[in-house]
């Protein structure tokens, strides 16, 4: 079984830059999740797509981070403008017997 | 809200020691519990998961773990380590939607083994 798409693996750039990362679940996986995970610290949601609606959207910092899952398949998660504490691995993840994630995007904001 | 506690930082163990990592977490109500484990460069895999019943689970690659309920624990060990369990370890927990739902993970406890 294919895993969880994500690209790219790495990006920098300066900070009021914008950016965007890209997340193809496996198939089939009605649910999708995208963590941020700073270094030394454990992943945390930011989103959480049920099919291509959001489920919980709390922890998303909304007045620059924004995500899509127009068709329920892939999403596309975006900062604009980024600041230099975003700089983190996003990762993306999917569920439906189990959850899977992605090998992230590893963010560097300079 | 729910939290998740992972006691050590870095431990640095020899090959063949015992291993034995901490997790609590802050939840009454029902929870499935996690561990997942993420070697350099790679994405986060799932060593095992308590969602009910014998609460000593036995996962991936010689671990295991034992969900204490009274403790609020999901403490992880392994008999025996090796070089290629050089690695970062997570605990993470969920409010029982079993495979759905917001994970929360502890920050991580970095396991080094000498070989």
New interface residues.
């Given amino acids: 079984e294919a895993?969880?798409a994500q690209s790219p693996r790495y990006k920098i750039i300066e900070k009021r830059q914008s950016v965007a990362f890209w997340c193809n679940p496996i198939s089939g996986h009605a649910?999708l999740?995208w963590y941020q995970q700073i270094l030394?610290?454990?992943?945390?949601?930011l989103i959480?797509f049920q099919n291509n609606g959001v489920v919980?959207d709390s922890q998303l910092p909304k007045d620059r981070f924004s995500a899509e899952r127009l068709k329920g398949v892939d999403s596309t998660l975006k900062i604009q403008p980024a600041k230099l504490e975003d700089s983190a691995v996003y990762?993306c993840?999917s569920?439906?017997?189990?959850?899977t994630?992605?090998?992230?995007t590893r963010l560097t904001v300079v | 809200a729910q939290s998740v506690s992972q006691h050590n930082h870095h431990v640095i163990l020899s090959e063949a020691a015992s291993l034995e990592l901490g997790c609590n977490y802050s939840y009454g109500g029902t929870v499935n519990l996690f561990w997942y484990v993420q070697y350099p460069g790679q994405h986060l895999q799932l060593l095992l998961k308590y969602f009910s019943g014998d609460p000593l689970v036995k996962g991936i690659k010689g671990f295991e773990a034992e969900f204490i309920k009274s403790k609020f624990s999901f403490n992880l060990r392994k008999p025996s380590v090796q070089w290629s369990d050089t690695a970062e370890y997570f605990c993470a927990v969920n409010d029982g939607g079993g495979s759905q739902g917001n994970l929360i993970f502890g920050k991580g406890t970095k396991l080094s083994v000498k070989p």
């Avoid at chain 1, 030394?40 to 949601?45: D, T």
């Avoid at chain 1, 569920?95 to 959850?99: A, E, Q, R, V, W």
């Fill in positions: 895993g969880v649910t999740y030394g610290q454990g992943p945390k949601l959480q919980d990762l993840a569920s439906f017997d189990g959850y994630f992605g090998s992230g």
